[in-house]
């Protein structure tokens, strides 16, 4: 019995269906079943968990663990004391591109980095023979690729012989489970694993190669000798973007990588010869390369975004120092003018201060003959002296002097002031450190 939902089932029809699945089992010894649910809500997990028999409550347990906390787990555990049993665990993250449209040719780091979505595929074959296993698959995908999985895996679409249960959250139209059924030609559990693991990489190593060419049209949209900001800010979002790829990458194609190794997860493939099986491996080892191909082309695509980052951060620091180096001599060409305009300033005030002494002499020398020929052309006499030409000389000289001792005088007198101020002013702090000694 093989059961497709063409329309969006309940948590409660979902756990009605697997609990009427897993009890028409019970009576045959045939008991191989498969149950999928992509992008699953809280709700269908407890369905899940609630119809589950009291053996599978490890595996169950371990696949819901790795599927929420997004492990990278490639293994295959045999339990041959206690109770033998065996787990075939594939777990595994990867990011997928969300397609808004059709990409431009050439895409930005920004367009692809809110199109970028994290999916997860945790696949758990639990069981204890070739004809009493069970299959649990957690898929969290975008809803672009539920359509790829459907498109991919409809050559599965025809075996009716086990029992598939498989759930679409997301998807309202009828599909098909990216896990073959549990069939005739899948009696070996690990035959079977080993195909949707197959079928699974399919799918990443296709969205793999999307991101990797998507992010190489990027790195070409950036120009190659880079002379603004702009260019730099770019180049230091796509290595973030890079390194986020990497990141995830690497973890998955060494993952792969001690899976395929010979003292590895395949040892326990080895004894498996047939013709199917041989072709599924060679399919699961090319895509294997090709995960490595695009690692590679990852850490290119970095150092040639670190080189492009060191010339186009050394040009803007070139096109600083010039910038800055202009700046300097329009500044030193500045300070000569001003150095000129200064000296011509003081060569003014000197001018000036040399024309005031003058004015000063003059003033000195002509206000005492004004003062005493107004004294001697008036009319009253304000003094008891004759006036006479004798008399004449000797108030000149008397008002000189005295204009000149006035002068004098008061320039000592402004001279002492600032000083007495200057002594004032400079006892104060001292006074003031005194009580801080103190």
Known sequence: MNT????????????????TSFASHRQHQNQRKAITLINPDSAYLLALIETVGWHHVRALRN??????????????????????TFQLEFHLPYLTLTSTGDLPSFPTVALISSGLREAQISLSVVGVSDTIWTS????????????LIADEDSSDSGYDDGDSVFYNHNNHSESVSDVPTPDDRYKDPRKYWLEVVTIRMQIIAGEWRWLVRSTECTLQNIPPLGRSPKDLEQISDLLCLLDKLLTNLTSTTQAFSRFMDTD??????????DTKTRSTMERLKEMFDRL?????????????CEMKFKIVDST???????ARLYVDRELNDLRLEMTKLNRTSTSAAVETSRLTRTNVHVFLIVTPFVLTLQYFSGENEIFSFDRSPSTFSYSVMILLCLLLALTYGVGLIDNFWGATRRRLSSEKPRESEKYVNV
């Open 264 to 273: 590895g997860v395949i040892a326990y493939l080895k004894d498996l010869n």
């Open 316 to 322: 803007l620091i070139h096109a600083n120092n010039r």
């Open 292 to 304: 490595l191909s695009l690692e590679e082309s990852l850490h290119g695509m970095k150092k040639t």
């Open 136 to 147: 649990y698959c957690l898929v969290h995908v975008s809803d672009d690729e539920i359509d």
């Open 63 to 84: 696949v819901l663990v790795q599927y929420v906390m997004s492990k990278t787990n490639i293994d295959i555990y045999v339990m041959n004391t206690g109770f033998a």
């Open 4 to 19: 497709r939902h063409a329309e969006r089932v309940t948590a409660k029809e979902l756990s009605l269906k697997l609990s």
